[in-house]
């Protein structure tokens, strides 16, 4: 007999931790909103007409001295400005 509650109660823990992951991954109610899916990074915008490898280089570069902190906002947009109108 003391067998049997021993069974009985690692069955009955094993239904416990069951049903709280399908809760926690929401397979356990079928009402539950669905996981979201990862999010798909947007392809990368195609160069503009009359946009050289150089040019696309150029403002690469400036975009990491921005984010690096060695360019400010104002300084980035200036020479982003003449890079594009050249």
Do not use: W, Y
């Not at 992951?21 to 160069?47: F, I, R, T």
């Amino acid at each position: 007999m003391r067998r049997t509650r021993s069974l009985l109660g690692t069955a009955a823990r094993t239904a416990v931790i069951t049903g709280t992951a399908k809760a926690v991954l929401g397979k356990g109610n079928p009402q539950a909103p669905a996981p979201e899916a990862p999010a798909v990074p947007a392809p990368a915008a195609a160069p503009a007409p009359g946009m050289t490898e150089d040019r696309i280089a150029m403002l690469q570069k400036l975009g990491e001295l921005q984010k690096s902190g060695v360019l400010t906002e104002e300084e980035f947009a200036a020479e982003k400005a003449k890079i594009l109108s050249a």
